[in-house]
T-cell receptor, first 115, second 113 residues
Framework: ETGVTQTPRHLVMGMTNKKSLKCEQH?????MYWYKQSAKKPLELMFV???????ENNSVPSRFSPECPNSSHLFLHLHTLQPEDSALYLC??????????????FGPGTRLTVT | KNQVEQSPQSLIILEGKNCTLQ??????????LRWYKQDTGRGPVSLTI?????NTKSNGRYTATLDADTKQSSLHITASQLSDSASYIC????????????FGTGTRLTIIP
């Protein structure tokens, strides 16, 4: 495992449920990211936080709600999801979003299935 | 439109053989190019990162090349091992500072004994 952990690793939820994904990084980084990875599609960047401030939201539907209480923790709150939201959700962290060659370290992902 | 295309989509080779994965990109302005390895059920792990001025970089049995003129990169794996079975993702960084990453769809490599 890397210095980025994610829980749970697997999640099955109904369309009316509310759940949260958690990400924690132990690398002393200041930037954190949420990505969605669907089968046979490139990784899609969802949200970026730098020094706890959201700096990017790539037109993500409001049923996904991120929260970054500090530089080490990132949450993704889920509600009223659709079956097409089923995917692997990856969290990543990096030293500083504004720096060039900013290496991102990924967590193992949460496999989400919406029924 | 910024795009990264990888080929082949999937590849099966015998253990011990060499292979080369391809990445073509159309992004501007180019900042750097990375190759990631993603094992099944895991997050991507960085193998190499190259800037405009670098045309080759090695990491053990992995060697990446970059031709910034033709906007092509390759990842060469020598003496493949069963543990090399994974998806290999080419990622191109666009812009300088606050750069955006454009991901390829990956090549699924399977090593058979």
């Amino acid at each position: 495992e890397t210095g980025v952990t994610q829980t749970p690793r697997h999640l099955v939820m109904g369309m009316t449920n509310k759940k949260s994904l958690k990400c924690e990084q132990h690398l002393g980084h200041n930037a954190m990211y949420w990505y969605k990875q669907s089968a046979k599609k490139p990784l899609e960047l969802m949200f970026v936080y730098n020094f706890k401030e959201q700096t990017e939201n790539n037109s993500v539907p409001s049923r996904f709600s991120p929260e970054c209480p500090n530089s080490s923790h990132l949450f993704l709150h889920l509600h009223t999801l659709q079956p097409e939201d089923s995917a692997l959700y990856l969290c990543a962290s990096s030293q500083d979003r504004r720096a060039g060659k900013d290496e991102q370290y990924f967590g193992p992902g949460t496999r989400l299935t919406v029924t | 439109k910024n795009q990264v295309e990888q080929s082949p989509q999937s590849l099966i080779i015998l253990e011990g053989k060499n292979c080369t994965l391809q990445c073509n990109y159309t992004v501007s302005p180019f900042s750097n190019l990375r190759w990631y390895k993603q094992d099944t059920g895991r997050g991507p792990v960085s193998l190499t990162i190259m800037t405009f001025s670098e045309n080759t970089k090695s990491n053990g049995r992995y060697t990446a090349t970059l031709d910034a003129d033709t906007k092509q990169s390759s990842l060469h794996i020598t003496a493949s091992q069963l543990s090399d079975s994974a998806s290999y993702i080419c990622v191109v960084s666009v812009g300088f500072g606050n750069e955006k990453l454009t991901f390829g769809t990956g090549t699924r490599l399977t090593i058979i004994p």
